[in-house]
């Protein structure tokens, strides 16, 4: 069974960038499809960014595309999520999240198929 703990979060002016860490402790992160996913007070939870298990394709949200990169260290097996151009609508907490007996080359969207979380890490951007 895989841990997640994520890191990287903070207070970052609009314009700014931060990147986001997900370490993986007890399985190795490029056996599970990954994720990241947010949620702002008061809203649902949604879908960010993802990238499929051995192919290493990655999908956005139409929201961070552009703006965001889903990547994976597989040495340190760490996923992260490089966030730019941030602006106030982006104040959410970000997790990361996995999916175990994943295929190969799909990127799962749909909180509902994630198996583990991790915390969250909360990231607040001013304007």
């Known amino acids: 069974q895989v841990q997640l703990v994520e890191s990287g979060g903070g207070l970052v002016q609009a314009g700014g960038s931060l990147r986001l860490s997900c370490a993986a402790s007890g399985g190795t992160a490029s056996r599970y499809a990954m994720g990241w996913f947010r949620q702002a007070p008061g809203k649902e939870r949604e879908f960010v960014s993802g990238m499929a298990r051995s192919t290493g394709r990655t999908y956005y949200a139409d929201s961070v595309k552009g703006r965001f990169t889903i990547s994976r260290d597989n040495g340190k097996n760490t996923v992260y999520l490089q966030m730019l151009s941030l602006t106030p609508e982006d104040t959410a907490v970000y997790y990361c999240?996995?999916?175990?007996?994943?295929?190969?080359?799909?990127?799962?969207?749909?909180?509902?198929?994630?198996?583990?979380w991790g915390q969250g890490t909360q990231v607040t951007v001013s304007s």
């Open positions: 999240a996995a999916v175990s007996g994943s295929t190969t080359n799909y990127v799962y969207t749909r909180a509902r198929d994630y198996d583990y």
